[in-house]
């Protein structure tokens, strides 16, 4: 679940070096602290969200509670958080846009990913319930109004509800997301031995937020690493 191409952690280690002294302590400590707590073990799929305001929150959801990737279908429509309500936390979660519902399952799946559909029509398993140690997985939010489609429905591994007490069937998406991202990236972290990123991949991480962080951080590495891309 890492992708750091050829290049391994010592390549990363000299060019971080390098962009920290272009940075205060302070701002190079919170980068690096926030990169310890960041996990890939279990990931977020929006399939077809259609509101702005919602494509933004399940950004700070993710962001918030640690949540590297998340991906997003969007056949039916574009993806696009709106700024205000995002606020920037898209440059520190990797989005991953993939051509159809087909596809983005296949390849969870080909990484090692659960695919769980949150659905408050199925009775499968509560956020108490769900086995968080029995491997990575992947939570699939559907479309604001339909919900998840039948692809997901046949595709997935099992289904995940929120139980309801009141006279409310459901809740809006945007705050599901928030309730099951919060909830199971805690149960992770208590209860999963691996969840953090392996080194590469906090390395290929921090990498990218400093470059971001720096100005001229592309003139910078190139006056010191000639190979540098």
Same mark, same amino acid.
């Given at each position: 679940m890492?992708?750091?191409g050829?290049?391994d952690?010592?390549?990363?280690?000299?060019?971080i070096?390098?962009?920290?002294?272009?940075?205060?302590?302070?701002?190079?400590?919170?980068?690096?602290?926030?990169?310890a707590m960041?996990?890939?073990?279990?990931?977020?799929?929006?399939?077809?969200?259609?509101?702005?305001?919602?494509?933004?929150?399940l950004?700070?959801?993710?962001e918030?509670?640690g949540?590297?990737?998340?991906?997003?279908?969007?056949?039916?429509?574009?993806f696009?958080?709106?700024?205000d309500?995002?606020?920037?936390t898209?440059?520190?979660?990797?989005i991953?846009?993939?051509a159809?519902?087909?596809?983005?399952?296949?390849?969870?799946?080909?990484?090692?990913?659960?695919?769980?559909?949150?659905?408050?029509?199925?009775?499968?398993?509560?956020?108490e319930?769900?086995?968080?140690?029995?491997?990575?997985?992947a939570?699939?939010?559907?479309?604001?109004h339909? +919900?998840?489609?039948?692809?997901?429905? $046949? !595709?997935?591994? /099992?289904? %995940?509800?929120?139980? #309801?007490?009141?006279? @409310?069937?459901?809740?809006n998406?945007?705050?599901?997301?928030?309730i099951?991202?919060y909830?199971?990236?805690?149960?992770?972290r208590?209860t999963? +031995?691996?969840?953090?990123?392996d080194? $590469? !991949?906090q390395a /290929?991480v %921090?990498f990218?937020? #400093?470059?971001?962080? @720096?100005?001229?951080?592309a003139?910078i590495?190139?006056?010191?690493?000639?190979?540098?891309?």
């Amino acid at each position: 679940m890492t992708n750091t191409g050829n290049r391994d952690t010592a390549w990363y280690a000299e060019r971080i070096a390098c962009l920290a002294e272009f940075m205060t302590p302070e701002r190079y400590d919170v980068l690096r602290n926030t990169v310890a707590m960041r996990t890939r073990y279990m990931t977020v799929l929006a399939e077809n969200m259609f509101h702005g305001q919602n494509a933004a929150a399940l950004i700070r959801h993710c962001e918030a509670f640690g949540v590297q990737e998340m991906h997003t279908v969007e056949t039916l429509c574009r993806f696009d958080p709106n700024p205000d309500i995002v606020r920037g936390t898209d440059q520190w979660v990797d989005i991953r846009r993939h051509a159809s519902t087909a596809e983005a399952i296949a390849a969870l799946r080909g990484a090692g990913y659960r695919i769980v559909a949150t659905t408050p029509h199925r009775e499968d398993v509560t956020p108490e319930t769900f086995d968080v140690a029995r491997g990575p997985f992947a939570l699939v939010f559907g479309t604001e109004h339909a +919900g998840i489609s039948d692809e997901v429905i $046949a !595709g997935a591994d /099992e289904f %995940l509800r929120i139980p #309801m007490c009141g006279m @409310v069937e459901s809740l809006n998406v945007s705050a599901s997301a928030a309730i099951l991202i919060y909830m199971l990236s805690e149960r992770v972290r208590l209860t999963v +031995g691996d969840w953090r990123m392996d080194r $590469a !991949g906090q390395a /290929e991480v %921090l990498f990218r937020w #400093m470059q971001a962080s @720096v100005k001229d951080a592309a003139g910078i590495l190139a006056r010191k690493f000639e190979d540098c891309e």
